[in-house]
């Protein structure tokens, strides 16, 4: 089975601007989770999704916002981005089973830089 | 709230020793999951071991061994036979029913040769 892709790789965009990346869970999984990765702060929870519904929300402003699509594809969008919404953003599938006894499979990331 | 904490920045070891990475994490919680997930340089993370609460014996898998102290919140991953693959960093997860997972600051591993 292909692993989990995350489009695009590298992105880079201007503070005020906003900006959609998008998420392919493995084929099957039910579930996408997404992750801001920073030196800084480590790895946080933005939020999740099963069945295109939002189950589970990280503690992040109204700027960051997602969906999830009837083939379980997830998309993200963060508007009037900040210098600090550069981050790496980790996208996650699991199958979702059971709640939360799912293993997490991570995707590549997509690299977001603010200037 | 739930937190997780790995005390080791960075640890290292040489080719073929072992080395123990440390975790704990904070819960009032009786059943949840805890991983440890490995991210290598510039590639993508992926799950090294998981370990169910309600089991008592220590998940194992090939090279990495957990070390389970349910009483004391603690959850460290042994690695032994240390490997130059096995370099990346290193984070401690939790997970419960009514928490989103939670991860550690994590470990950078460097493995000499």
């Known amino acids: 089975k292909a692993g989990v892709t995350q489009t695009p790789r590298y992105l880079i965009k201007t503070r005020g601007q906003q900006v959609t990346l998008s998420c392919s869970p493995i084929?099957?999984?039910?579930?996408v989770s997404w992750y801001q990765q920073t030196p800084g702060q480590g790895l946080q929870f933005l939020f999740e999704?099963?069945?295109?519904?939002?189950?589970n929300k990280g503690n992040f402003p109204g700027r960051f916002s997602g969906r999830q699509f009837s083939n379980s594809r997830s998309e993200m969008n963060v508007s009037t981005l900040e210098l600090g919404d550069s981050a790496l953003y980790l996208c996650?599938?699991?199958?979702?089973?059971?709640?939360?006894?799912?293993?997490?499979?991570f995707g590549p990331g997509t690299r977001l830089t603010v200037l | 709230a739930q937190t997780v904490t790995q005390s080791q920045p960075e640890m290292s070891v040489q080719e073929a020793e072992t080395v123990t990475l440390s975790c704990t994490y904070d819960t009032s919680e009786s059943d949840y999951y805890l991983f440890w997930y490995k991210q290598p340089p510039s590639r993508q993370m992926i799950l090294v071991i998981r370990q169910e609460a309600y089991k008592q014996q220590n998940a194992t898998e090939n090279r990495f061994s957990v070390n389970f102290q349910k009483a004391a919140k603690s959850f460290s991953l042994k690695i032994s036979d240390s490997q130059l693959g096995d370099a990346a960093m290193y984070f401690c997860a939790y997970r419960s029913a009514a928490n989103d997972m939670r991860f550690g600051a994590g470990t950078r591993l460097t493995v000499k040769p």
């Open positions: 999704y099963f069945s295109e519904t939002q189950r």
């Open positions: 084929s099957g999984h039910r579930s």
């Open positions: 996650a599938s699991s199958p979702a089973t059971s709640i939360y006894t799912d293993t997490q499979y």
